[in-house]
């Protein structure tokens, strides 16, 4: 079992950052590839950023690209979500999201290749 715990979220002003950051459980961290999801109000659950085990592979959505960066620290267990220059069209509840067996069924954008999520952490992006 994986527990994923995020932090970070909160209010902020359009153009302003913020960094989220995805604890996990176990002692395998180094196996899981990892990926950030969203929701806003009212949308389907979307992709936003995904990271291999090594963190040699990144992959984002367009719509962040150039803006928000994934990257991890292993020896932390703990996967990070910098995210500048925000919009208001950023505001959602975010989602880590952990993949055991990366090697052969992961897909980073796609949410059922998963196998373990976090609750969620909230942020609010102020015009």
């Known amino acids: 079992q994986v527990q994923l715990v995020e932090s970070g979220g909160g209010l902020v002003q359009a153009g302003g950052s913020l960094r989220l950051s995805c604890a996990a459980s176990?002692?395998?961290?180094?196996?899981?590839?990892m990926g950030w999801f969203r929701q806003a109000p009212g949308k389907e659950r979307e992709f936003v950023a995904a990271?291999?085990?090594?963190?040699?592979?990144?992959y984002y959505a367009d719509s962040v690209k150039g803006r928000f960066t994934i990257s991890r620290d292993n020896a932390k267990n703990t996967v990070y979500l910098q995210m500048n220059s925000l919009k208001p069209e950023d505001a959602a509840i975010y989602y880590c999201?952990?993949?055991?067996?990366?090697?052969?069924?992961?897909?980073?954008?796609?949410?059922?290749?998963?196998?373990?999520w976090g609750q969620g952490t909230e942020v609010t992006v102020s015009s």
């Open positions: 176990g002692r395998t961290f180094s196996s899981y590839c």
């Open positions: 990271i291999s085990r090594s963190g040699g592979s990144t």
């Open positions: 999201a952990a993949a055991l067996t990366c090697a052969y069924t992961w897909e980073p954008k796609i949410s059922s290749t998963y196998d373990y």
